[in-house]
């Protein structure tokens, strides 16, 4: 049996969403070999899943009297927690003109503190640390940084990454499709939304909270793409927030 939500129940909706997360993470935990024969059956009955035969996408991912619907998907979306720490690589291109052009960032997120190094030719030109309210700018070579308030700078817009969390906020209609599959070995949601001429596809891990790709159309014309590789929930080593000086921006509780 179908769960159907109801926009005058926000409780029971949030109480359903958290519930869907913590079945998603479950099987997670199933199918990546943390429950052996030896454990005992398992606490809730296992969800099916089918990859293909590259092993990176699968078939809807089923939960027994759960499914991912565009009815249910913004709350779902709320109820995702992000990793406290993580690295990733985003690869963000626009497309205009019949042209492109790319930008390749680096990204070491310890609780507060990111870490954004733009790269160019395989290496970082430029480098940018947020702490709290304060944020960090320098190129490399020198002991020299600009240091001034965050503001408006977010961790995910100095990676150029959109904001898929608006998602959550759209009127229900604007919400077009919403669906889960499994990618590298881990449940994705699918969602497509539009606002105004403009459709975006998201893929966001219920695992890390982190998007994976995006893509934003314009129309019928994809206008930007965003792609994010080497995801990583390890703790960021602790040089990567060290500013050129050598002064660590990490609390103290955690320098050595």
Same mark, same amino acid.
Request: charged share 20%; with cysteine.
């Given at each position: 049996?179908?769960?159907?939500?109801?926009?005058?129940? +926000? $409780?029971? @909706?949030?109480?359903?969403? &958290?519930?869907?997360? /913590?079945?998603?993470?479950?099987? !997670?935990?199933?199918?990546?070999?943390?429950?052996?024969?030896?454990?005992?059956?398992? +606490? $809730?009955? @296992?969800?099916?899943?089918? &990859?293909?035969?590259? /092993?990176?996408?699968?078939?809807? !991912?089923?939960?027994?009297?759960?499914?991912?619907?565009?009815?249910?998907?913004?709350?779902?979306?709320? @109820?995702?927690?992000?990793?406290?720490?993580?690295?990733?690589?985003?690869?963000?291109?626009?497309?205009?003109?019949?042209?492109?052009?790319?930008?390749?960032?680096?990204?070491?997120?310890?609780?507060?503190?990111?870490?954004?190094?733009?790269?160019?030719?395989?290496?970082?030109?430029?480098?940018?640390?947020?702490?709290?309210?304060?944020?960090?700018?320098?190129?490399?070579?020198?002991?020299?940084?600009?240091?001034?308030?965050?503001?408006?700078?977010?961790?995910?817009?100095?990676?150029?990454?959109?904001?898929?969390?608006?998602?959550?906020?759209?009127?229900?209609?604007?919400?077009?499709?919403?669906?889960?599959?499994i990618s590298g070995g881990e449940p994705i949601l699918l969602v497509t939304a539009n606002s105004g001429e403009?459709?975006?596809?998201?893929?966001?891990?219920?695992?890390?909270?982190?998007?994976?790709?995006?893509?934003?159309?314009?129309?019928?014309?994809?206008?930007?793409?965003?792609?994010?590789?080497?995801?990583?929930?390890?703790?960021?080593?602790?040089?990567?927030?060290?500013?050129?000086?050598?002064?660590?921006?990490?609390?103290?509780?955690?320098?050595?």
């Amino acid at each position: 049996m179908k769960q159907k939500f109801s926009p005058n129940a +926000p $409780l029971a @909706a949030a109480v359903v969403a &958290a519930m869907i997360v /913590g079945m998603l993470f479950l099987s !997670y935990f199933l199918s990546s070999g943390f429950y052996s024969a030896k454990d005992g059956p398992p +606490p $809730l009955s @296992a969800p099916t899943t089918e &990859a293909d035969e590259t /092993g990176e996408t699968g078939e809807l !991912y089923g939960v027994e009297g759960i499914e991912i619907t565009p009815q249910n998907v913004q709350q779902v979306i709320e @109820a995702l927690a992000r990793a406290g720490s993580y690295s990733q690589t985003v690869n963000s291109t626009l497309y205009y003109d019949g042209q492109s052009s790319t930008q390749v960032v680096a990204q070491y997120v310890r609780g507060d503190i990111c870490r954004t190094d733009v790269m160019r030719g395989g290496s970082a030109a430029e480098s940018w640390l947020r702490a709290g309210d304060d944020i960090y700018a320098w190129q490399p070579g020198g002991s020299g940084y600009f240091h001034g308030a965050a503001g408006d700078f977010s961790d995910d817009s100095m990676a150029m990454l959109p904001d898929w969390q608006t998602v959550t906020a759209l009127p229900l209609e604007a919400v077009v499709s919403a669906a889960t599959v499994i990618s590298g070995g881990e449940p994705i949601l699918l969602v497509t939304a539009n606002s105004g001429e403009r459709r975006a596809e998201y893929e966001i891990s219920t695992i890390s909270g982190l998007l994976h790709a995006a893509r934003i159309y314009e129309g019928d014309t994809l206008i930007r793409e965003i792609r994010v590789t080497g995801i990583s929930m390890e703790e960021p080593d602790d040089f990567r927030f060290v500013l050129p000086d050598g002064t660590s921006l990490l609390p103290v509780d955690e320098t050595p």
